[in-house]
């Protein structure tokens, strides 16, 4: 079992940047696929970006080219780098760790992100 603990949410005009982390414990971080969604008012929660064991990556079409994510396993810790914010990014980011063996998932409580001038 994982706990997780996402940190680094806030106000932020358009343009602007923010990095989330997502700090697990309670597990081998390493043996677990690490995802960022988001959940905007009254929509459905979505998939921005994920990571592998092995750093391998995919994102959301709409966050291409302004978001990262990544992972440092020795802090087990994902990161999800945002740049050049966008009103509509606006939401409540969740973290989720997805255990490679058994394929339980596991949420954090999420961070609040907005982007308004």
């Known amino acids: 079992q994982v706990q997780l603990v996402e940190s680094g949410g806030g106000l932020v005009q358009p343009g602007g940047s923010l990095r989330l982390s997502c700090a697990a414990s309670g597990s081998i971080f390493s043996m677990y696929y690490m995802g960022w969604y988001r959940q905007a008012p009254g929509k459905q929660r979505e998939l921005v970006a994920g990571i592998t064991r092995n750093s391998g990556t995919n994102y959301a079409d709409s966050v291409k080219g302004r978001f990262t994510i990544s992972r440092d396993n020795a802090k087990n810790t994902a990161y999800l780098q945002m740049n050049s914010l966008k009103p509509e990014d606006t939401a409540v980011y969740y973290c989720?760790?997805?255990?490679?063996?058994?394929?339980?998932?596991?949420w954090g409580q999420g961070t609040q992100v907005t982007v308004s001038s």
């Open positions: 989720k760790a997805v255990n490679s063996a058994s394929l339980r998932d596991y």
